[in-house]
């Protein structure tokens, strides 16, 4: 069973900080690509940034620069740490679990078959 319990969302105004956690477990890490994605309200879930099998991280160009994705490898968690942070970074964030790691080409992941946690909020406020 996969578990993804993400945490450490918040409101924060333009120019903080926030880290945010996704609780998983062995399994989940050693079988599956993790990556973050966000939705907003009436829009498609896009990815935000995604670490392969090599380490190596992909991001979207809105948040490069900004954001670092990361792997603690002896807590089975991941992590996005998000600085400088924007009005327009306002989202729900998910944490996910992929076969594939995806590649970011499309505007709604929403109905891809991969298992999501159950979202931690991020509010940016000017």
């Known amino acids: 069973q996969v578990r993804l319990e993400e945490s450490g969302g918040g409101s924060v105004q333009a120019g903080g900080s926030l880290r945010l956690s996704c609780a998983s477990d062995?399994?989940?890490?050693?079988?599956?690509?993790l990556a973050w994605f966000r939705q907003v309200p009436g829009k498609g879930r896009v990815g935000v940034a995604v670490i392969e099998a090599d380490g190596s991280a992909v991001y979207r160009d809105s948040v490069k620069g900004r954001f670092t994705i990361s792997m603690d490898d002896a807590k089975n968690t991941l992590y996005l740490q998000m600085n400088d942070l924007k009005p327009e970074d306002t989202a729900m964030y998910y944490c996910?679990?992929?076969?594939?790691?995806?590649?970011?080409?499309?505007?709604?992941?929403?109905?891809?078959?991969?298992?999501w946690g159950q979202g931690t909020q991020v509010t940016v406020s000017s």
């Open positions: 996910a679990a992929a076969y594939i790691c995806p590649s970011f080409d499309y505007d709604d992941y929403t109905g891809f078959s991969y298992y």
């Open positions: 062995a399994y989940t890490v050693s079988s599956f690509c």
